[in-house]
């Protein structure tokens, strides 16, 4: 099983053959990742290009000594790297990826190590995506109702076998993959002007069945 996760919209479904992805199959990797401040400035990282810890600092609302700390932690495990800097004053940080794949690496101790931190990534998603939707609701009416029109929340139940679940995955990758390839975190130059960042997060979650099975 692996997660796939994009630093900016997590989690996305890239297709093996992405140069841009690392496969995660250390614990203590996943471990430091699965942090709500260090996922933030991952994306944050990702999405900008390049940034200092002063300015993620400000545009995250927390002290530059915090984001430093993070920052350095997620450098420790080779999620951001030192990028180019325009004089000796600054030190901007970059992402050595644009989208991980986590490997569980099979029944173990490590096994279980990995997946505690795949749920406490999981649930911060899923609270990152409430408050975003929250968000938009607020704003949307006085956007372009053509976006209106075309995001919100979608459900549906349905009552799939493993294998039909593991094709609707491989489906969803195929099809949000070439998007994201398309237009590159921090490679502004690639998106047309009116082109904003759409978060798309896709939940696949078994449900408990009905006293009759329904």
Not at 2 to 27: F, G, K, Q
Not at 63 to 85: D, T
Request: hydrophobic share 40%; with cysteine; proline share 7%.
């Amino acid at each position: 099983m692996t997660l796939r996760v994009d630093v900016a919209n997590i989690p996305s479904m890239s297709l093996e053959s992405d140069p841009n992805r690392r496969i995660i199959d250390d614990p203590l990797a996943m471990r430091a990742l699965a942090h709500p401040l260090r996922l933030k400035l991952c994306a944050l990282v990702g999405r900008e290009g390049s940034i200092t810890a002063a300015e993620a600092a400000r545009q995250l609302g927390v002290s530059q000594a915090l984001a430093s700390h993070h920052l350095r932690q997620l450098a420790k495990y080779g999620f951001v790297e030192p990028a180019e800097a325009v004089d000796n004053r600054e030190r901007p940080w970059r992402v050595t990826a644009t989208s991980y794949s986590v490997d569980h690496g099979g029944p173990s101790a490590a096994a279980e190590e990995t997946w505690e931190s795949i749920d406490l990534m999981e649930r911060f998603l899923v609270d990152r995506v409430a408050a975003q939707l929250t968000d938009w609701q607020q704003r949307r009416g006085d956007q372009d109702p053509r976006w209106r029109d075309n995001t919100g929340v979608s459900q549906n139940l349905v009552y799939l076998t493993v294998e039909e679940a593991a094709e609707l995955r491989q489906r969803w990758e195929k099809l949000i993959t070439p998007l994201v390839q398309r237009r590159r975190l921090g490679d502004a130059a690639s998106r047309p002007s009116d082109a904003v960042p759409v978060d798309v997060t896709l939940v696949v979650v078994p449900v408990p069945a009905t006293p009759s099975g329904g």
